[in-house]
């Protein structure tokens, strides 16, 4: 199975700062990552997929990009509605796994 | 719009099963699998498996064989999740999750199972 490492559980965050989000893959996903964010109450929300392809209506201050086992989620000028949980996701191999998400938290 | 739609809580007792509900509505049913993802309270997401609604193919995480059966009706555009045996690590938010290619485009709203005598 592909383990998927999301090294920070939780990032301390500025509205209209900048925040990236990491995740890293126990072996190469060839870019067959998705990124989804998460409120409480929700369904999660798919934002990227392909590792850069933004979905239709996602802001376009989301960014995604990364390679082999190693990739970012950026966010620039945070807003309020951001603040959630964020997860990775590689769709390279079955199991389909995902990472233990990244919570945001405004300073 | 796409929609799926999820049926609503279920509280069941151990050992019992419970069969969760999603139907699809606003595209193509048969056209896209049907994902399962399980959210333990607080937790991250685990993948159960998915059903190709055309052929009723299968495919299931290990975790999870011999837990969740997965079926559909074509008929009512319907898809299901059948849970055996519950205990109270199968106490969770249960989604189904379609319209990707393996990552999950369209979710239903979630149905909380929760395991408790």
């Not at chain 2, 607080?42 to 993948?47: A, H, I, P, R, T």
């Amino acid at each position: 199975d592909i383990q998927m490492t999301q090294s920070s559980s939780y990032l301390s965050v500025s509205l209209g700062g900048r925040v990236t989000i990491t995740c890293k893959a126990s072996d190469h996903i060839n870019n067959w990552l998705a990124w989804y964010q998460q409120k409480p109450g929700n369904a999660p929300r798919l934002l990227i997929s392909g590792a850069t392809s933004l979905e239709t209506g996602v802001p376009s201050r989301f960014s995604g990009s990364g390679s082999g086992k190693d990739y970012t989620l950026s966010i620039t000028s945070l807003q309020t509605e951001d603040v959630a949980t964020y997860y990775c996701q590689q769709y390279w191999s079955t199991p389909l796994t995902f990472g233990a998400g990244t919570k945001l938290e405004l300073k | 719009e796409i929609q799926l739609q999820q049926s609503g809580p279920e509280l069941v007792k151990p050992g019992a099963s419970v069969k969760v509900s999603c139907k699809a509505s606003g595209y193509s049913f048969t056209d896209y699998n049907m994902y399962w993802v399980k959210q333990s309270h607080g937790k991250s997401l685990e993948w159960i498996g998915y059903i190709d609604p055309y052929n009723g193919g299968t495919s299931y995480n290990q975790k999870f064989k011999g837990k969740a059966t997965l079926t559909v009706d074509k008929s009512s555009s319907t898809a299901f999740m059948h849970l055996n045996s519950l205990t109270s690590e199968d106490s969770a938010v249960y989604y189904c999750a379609s319209l990707g290619r393996s990552w999950f485009a369209y979710w239903g709203q979630g149905t909380l199972v929760t395991v408790s005598a």
